[in-house]
């Protein structure tokens, strides 16, 4: 089994990235998978009594999160963990029949063109 990279983060200390195998090793010391746990709902005007707006905003983090973690990745990932990722992130359905190569630069730009359209 592949050892993709990931993000990690700490409530007072700079996110860093680590290979997924290690992460069992910094969840004791206060390192998390998200930085939604440190986030205070508050901080993003967000009333805390309102759980459908917070659920909202997590959800959002989470994300991003996850698309951060896939964009690192891209290079190691074969055809089939593309066309997965794509579909997922951007609702495209890529065609494994070109080489990987092609793919990787494909998911590359969907990433970028995403990317910027939020911006």
Not at 19 to 35: I, V
Not at 108 to 114: A, G, Y
């Amino acid at each position: 089994m592949q050892d993709f990279k990931r993000w990690i983060y700490h409530e007072t200390k700079q996110p860093r990235i680590i290979n997924n195998s290690e992460y069992e090793q910094y969840e004791p010391l206060g390192w998390a998978d998200s930085p939604a746990q440190f986030i205070k709902i508050e901080s993003l005007g967000i009333d805390k009594e309102d759980s459908e707006k917070a659920q909202q905003a997590l959800d959002a983090v989470a994300g991003v999160v996850e698309s951060l973690n896939g964009a690192l990745n891209l290079g190691s990932m074969s055809k089939n963990e593309l066309e997965d990722y794509a579909k997922e992130h951007f609702g495209v359905d890529i065609d494994r029949r070109k080489n990987i190569k092609a793919l990787r630069a494909e998911v590359s730009r969907l990433s970028n063109d995403n990317s910027s359209a939020n911006n």
